[in-house]
């Protein structure tokens, strides 16, 4: 069985994206050469990339006509993206999921390849960690407190028990921290 893994941007002070008055995702002007390098490393590893349908279309709109070292990893690699309204998915290796959550993580779980890689969105992801669906968190801390703004997590049941298995800071001050979760999941 693969392991659904997310990778996500995260500021000092937990939150993904800005609130209304700062909207975008955490990230800073410029990655750190070594920061691309770990991302670069990791993503060879994934057999299919998913997300919700924004983060989808947002991606989609991008990724088939940029450059640079991440296009090929994102534009080949398998996607699935899970949305009940969406009706085509038209980034090539793409495929819509419109089932059952859980059903539907637990089917692509079991397909051969390599590990699932979440992207988000932030309401994908907290749907994802409230049903304990996540089994690999890399967490990309940037050094910047945004104030307010979009949660890594929301309207967990009960806590989140994860095991930190590598941390590394970078010459940018980008963290970058790789935690495994127990296998419990709950049901909402």
């Not at 779980?109 to 304990?132: C, M, T, W, Y």
């Amino acid at each position: 069985m693969r392991d659904l893994v997310l990778q996500m941007g995260v500021s000092v002070d937990g939150y993904v994206a800005g609130g209304p008055e700062r909207k975008g995702h955490v990230a800073r002007p410029a990655e750190h050469a070594d920061v691309t390098a770990w991302k670069v490393e990791r993503l060879r590893r994934v057999g299919l990339h998913i997300r919700g349908r924004v983060t989808y279309e947002q991606m989609a709109a991008h990724w088939p006509t940029a450059g640079g070292v991440y296009a090929p990893l994102m534009n080949d690699i398998p996607k699935a993206v899970f949305s009940k309204t969406l009706r085509s998915a038209d980034w090539p290796e793409s495929r819509i999921m419109s089932g059952d959550l859980e059903e539907d993580v637990g089917r692509l779980k079991n397909e051969p390849g390599g590990d699932i890689l979440v992207h988000g969105g932030a309401a994908f992801v907290q749907a994802l960690s409230r049903r304990r669906l996540i089994d690999e968190y890399h967490l990309v801390t940037q050094p910047v407190a945004l104030g307010s703004g979009m949660p890594m997590f929301a309207d967990l049941r009960e806590p989140l028990d994860l095991d930190l298995q590598e941390g590394q800071a970078f010459p940018d001050g980008t963290l970058i921290s790789v935690y495994r979760t127990h296998r419990t999941r709950i049901r909402s």
